[in-house]
């Protein structure tokens, strides 16, 4: 293989490694967990806003505080209250979507510690373009309904 030849192809190696590094294009906002008592799974919440050009999706998340974070939307069918694990959540070009009580949400499973209410929690948003966004969600207790203005926390990446 020629010199130019392996350029060429390191070079385009690097282009697709740059496009799964930070979603730049998507930004976090109002990012909280509802901590429940005990074992039990905790539920996290979060605005995002797509500034980009083109729809984005959330495929995943990670926490190193939990052992397992999972995609999930509530939804209410004939009075019945049902949870289901999805496997996206679209997030339209210059548009928002929200995680949030009674809608999609994050269940994050299996604290690998204690996890109280002010506790500042790093989680990591995937994207099924490969990207990814670290934010901050903050613990708070059973009964919120409502993660409330966080003083207009916002996180970019």
Not at 36 to 59: C, F, I, K, Q, T
Not at 96 to 124: E, F, W
């Amino acid at each position: 293989m020629s010199a130019r030849c392996a350029l060429l192809i390191a070079g385009l190696l690097f282009a697709g490694a740059a496009t799964a590094g930070d979603a730049d294009h998507v930004a976090a906002s109002r990012g909280w967990i509802r901590v429940m008592p005990g074992a039990l799974p905790a539920g996290g919440y979060v605005v995002l806003e797509n500034r980009g050009d083109h729809a984005a999706s959330l495929s995943s998340a990670s926490s190193p505080a939990y052992a397992e974070v999972m995609l999930h939307k509530s939804s209410t069918d004939t009075g019945m209250g049902r949870m289901e694990h999805v496997d996206a959540l679209p997030i339209p070009a210059h548009g928002k979507a929200a995680l949030s009580p009674g809608g999609y949400h994050l269940m994050l499973m299996k604290a690998n510690a204690p996890v109280k209410v002010g506790d500042k929690v790093r989680v990591t948003l995937h994207f099924t373009d490969g990207s990814t966004l670290d934010t901050e969600f903050e613990a708070k207790p059973a009964n919120t309904v409502d993660g409330g203005d966080m003083g207009g926390m916002e996180h970019r990446h």
